[in-house]
T-cell receptor, first 112, second 114 residues
Framework: DAGITQSPRHKVTETGTPVTLRCHQT?????MYWYRQDPGHGLRLIHY???????DKGEVSDGYSVSRSKTEDFLLTLESATSSQTSVYFC???????????FGPGTRLTVT | AQSVTQPDIHITVSEGASLELRCNYS??????LFWYVQSPGQGLQLLLK??????LVQGIKGFEAEFKRSQSSFNLRKPSVHWSDAAEYFC????????????FGKGTSLLVTP
């Protein structure tokens, strides 16, 4: 499996505060993704990156921004957290030209 | 857009019984299809995948899935379920317009009874 770590693993924050989640990979995979998982919805794509400084929106991107300054790191930022962003966030990576994705362990975010 | 439907939200089977989890996809061309498993509090682990070729694919942990184009289905099967198979199962299809991202079904929760 690809070496994918996410930090923090758990976070509780208050409405209106900024939050940044980090995904770090050691496999030199080109593509990286952020998904959120909610009961009854499966996993939904927030943003993805197809290279350093190259990112694009997914299905549920409102309220989120991302950055990728190095191949190995993909950051997800909630500029002003809302209770609707309480979720489990998963990072995933894939090499070029492959749909086979490798997932990180997830970050459980609670916005109170 | 490509999408998958998992008709069963919850399934309960007895240990040792056979299992079939349903997945239907919507896509015009040959899809890239996956089954992932998620144990409680864990990340997602790839069980198996279908890209092309033999329509019956074997995966890890004794699982298999069959691609049926005529039925737009990719059902997951296991001949004899173990208590450790209790988990959430997700079917996914490759999304062609999102940089190799996946579109996931909503998942099927499997409960295994003694």
């Amino acid at each position: 499996d690809a070496g994918i770590t996410q930090s923090p693993r758990h976070k509780v924050t208050e409405t209106g505060t900024p939050v940044t989640l980090r995904c770090h990979q050691t496999e030199n995979h080109r593509y990286m993704y952020w998904y959120r998982q909610d009961p009854g919805h499966g996993l939904r794509l927030i943003h993805y990156s197809y290279g350093v400084k190259d990112t694009d929106k997914g299905e549920v991107s409102d309220g989120y921004s991302v950055s990728r300054s190095k191949t190995e790191d993909f950051l997800l930022t909630l500029e002003s957290a809302t209770s609707s962003q309480t979720s489990v966030y998963f990072c995933a990576t894939t090499p070029s030209g492959s749909y086979e994705q490798y997932f990180g362990p997830g970050t459980r975010l609670t916005v109170t | 857009a490509q999408s998958v439907t998992q008709p069963d939200i919850h399934i309960t089977v007895s240990e040792g019984a056979s299992l079939e989890l349903r997945c239907n996809y919507s896509y015009g061309a040959t899809p890239y299809l996956f089954w992932y498993v998620q144990s409680p509090g864990q990340g997602l682990q790839l069980l198996l995948k279908y890209f092309s070729g033999d329509t019956l694919v074997q995966g890890i942990k004794g699982f298999e899935a069959e691609f049926k184009r005529s039925q737009s289905s990719f059902n997951l099967r296991k001949p004899s379920v173990h208590w450790s198979d209790a988990a959430e199962y997700f079917c996914a299809v490759g999304a062609s317009n999102s940089g190799y991202a996946l579109n996931f079904g909503k998942g099927t929760s499997l409960l295994v009874t003694p």
